[in-house]
């Protein structure tokens, strides 16, 4: 069994200071990892993805994550939050070795950005 | 724009009716995956279509079925409607299982 838990659902942050969005995951076997972002009316947009080798991927709109097996964690990460990264952001594993794109989902993380 | 189209928009209908949502994949791609965002259950999976065989099933109700037709597309009917039904639904689809997803802008459905 699976799961991903995001720490906190709303995070605010102020224009140009450091975005951090936290996922922690639970699986019985090697995962693959995502990041989607979901902006108001719209679908999910894949924003990066870990499958294997390099632990720490960069993705779309200068974010990144950093995977850490030992901390069961795939934090995201922005340097300089900008008023456009405002939406709902969404954690999300799936097992390397599962056939198809069954993903589970953490809860979400709603960020707002305050100028 | 991802190229997954789903229509309607929005639905508004009553307890105890029946749905059909609509999902047109990217050109190309052969999976469709259906998903539920409700406030209480967050994002859940509900069902895999691949070349028009069910792959996977997650969370879906006996109310609820799908299918993908030959020319890809794909409906999700939901039946004996009930308030709890009410939640946004997503069509994504991909080219293979190692591919990203791609999600439509989804189908908001409000059951009163």
């Known amino acids: 069994a699976q799961s991903v838990t995001q720490l906190g659902s709303h995070v605010s942050v102020s224009e140009g200071a450091l975005v951090l969005l936290r996922c922690n995951y639970s699986s019985s076997v090697p995962p693959y990892l995502f990041w989607y972002v979901q902006y108001p009316n719209q679908g999910l947009q894949l924003l990066l993805k870990y499958t294997t080798g390099a632990t720490l991927v960069k993705g779309i709109n200068g974010f990144e994550a950093e995977f850490k097996k030992s901390e069961t964690s795939f934090h995201l990460t922005k340097p300089s939050a900008h008023m456009s990264d405002a939406a709902e952001y969404f954690c999300a594993l799936r097992p390397i070795k599962a056939a198809g794109n069954k993903l589970t989902f953490g809860g979400g993380t709603r960020v707002l950005v305050k100028p | 724009d991802s190229g997954v189209t789903q229509t309607p928009k929005h639905l508004i209908t009553a307890t105890g009716q029946r749905v059909t949502l609509r999902c047109s994949p990217r050109?190309?791609?052969?999976?469709v995956y259906w998903y539920q965002q409700s406030l209480d259950q967050g994002l859940q999976f509900l069902i895999h279509?691949?070349?028009?065989?069910?792959?996977a099933k997650g969370n879906i109700l006996e109310r609820f079925s799908a299918q993908q037709f030959p020319d890809l597309h794909s409906e999700l009917n939901l039946s004996s409607l009930e308030l709890g039904d009410s939640a946004l639904y997503f069509c994504?689809?991909?080219?293979?299982?190692?591919?990203?997803?791609?999600f439509g802008n989804g189908t908001r459905l409000t059951v009163t």
């Open positions: 994504a689809s991909s080219v293979d299982s190692n591919s990203p997803l791609h």
């Open positions: 279509y691949y070349n028009g065989e069910e792959r």
């Open positions: 050109s190309g791609d052969l999976s």
